[in-house]
């Protein structure tokens, strides 16, 4: 049983149709550079920590909002850790605002832990062994997201030592892709 948790949270984190989660991550982490490792650990748990939280919360019947005001929230969480983004290297190259970051990182993990939940409720619906199950999908969780960011620190060796982009264009151009997505994300969310 294990197994089959832990796969589908990596396939949560991995799936191209739930591309609102990598679009997160990849806004959240990559300001960072490799060296920042430590930095970007802690970033990332704190929002498994809150994903869990949230996922608790809801399968045990704990906490229930809308799945309508969930799916604007998240692209909402896009938007502004976009705009933080945009900002901070703006104002501060050496982004030394992480107690902001993590709470962040935090509080929108419980807002998409919130987008899933539905969806493993009705996975764990006959599940005897529901603690096992939730650890074991939010294990997959957080080594999907390592492998998220894995890549994305790759991508940034890349573009800003190999192609030469400067790494305050780069944070520009990704936060403002991103928060572009987002956008149409909500639009097209409020207009179902």
């Known amino acids: 049983m294990f197994s089959v948790y832990f796969k589908i949270g990596i396939h949560h984190i991995l799936d191209i149709y739930s591309y609102d989660h990598l679009l997160f991550l990849i806004c959240l982490t990559a300001v960072y550079l490799l060296h920042q490792w430590k930095q970007i650990l802690i970033l990332i748990t704190a929002f498994t920590l809150g994903h869990t939280t949230s996922l608790i919360l809801a399968t045990f019947?704990?906490?229930?909002?809308?799945?309508?005001?969930?799916?604007?929230?998240?692209?909402?969480?896009?938007?502004?850790?976009?705009?933080?983004?945009?900002?901070s290297i703006k104002n501060n190259p050496e982004f030394k605002t992480y107690i902001i970051k993590y709470l962040s990182a935090l509080f929108f993990g419980l807002i998409h832990g919130l987008g899933f939940s539905n969806y493993l409720q009705s996975l764990l619906y006959n599940e005897k062994n529901i603690i096992t199950a939730l650890f074991a999908f939010n294990v997959g969780i957080e080594?999907?997201?390592?492998?998220?960011?894995?890549?994305?620190?790759?991508?940034?060796?890349?573009?800003?030592?190999?192609?030469?982009?400067?790494?305050?264009d780069w944070i520009n151009i990704f936060s403002g892709a991103g928060i572009g997505i987002a956008i149409t994300l909500i639009i097209n969310r409020l207009a179902i």
Not at 65 to 82: N, R
């Open 61 to 87: 019947h704990l906490i229930k909002l809308p799945s309508s005001l969930i799916e604007v929230l998240i692209p909402v969480t896009i938007i502004f850790t976009g705009l933080w983004n945009i900002i």
């Open 143 to 168: 080594i999907g997201q390592i492998f998220v960011v894995i890549v994305i620190m790759f991508l940034n060796i890349f573009i800003i030592n190999i192609l030469k982009l400067n790494r305050r």
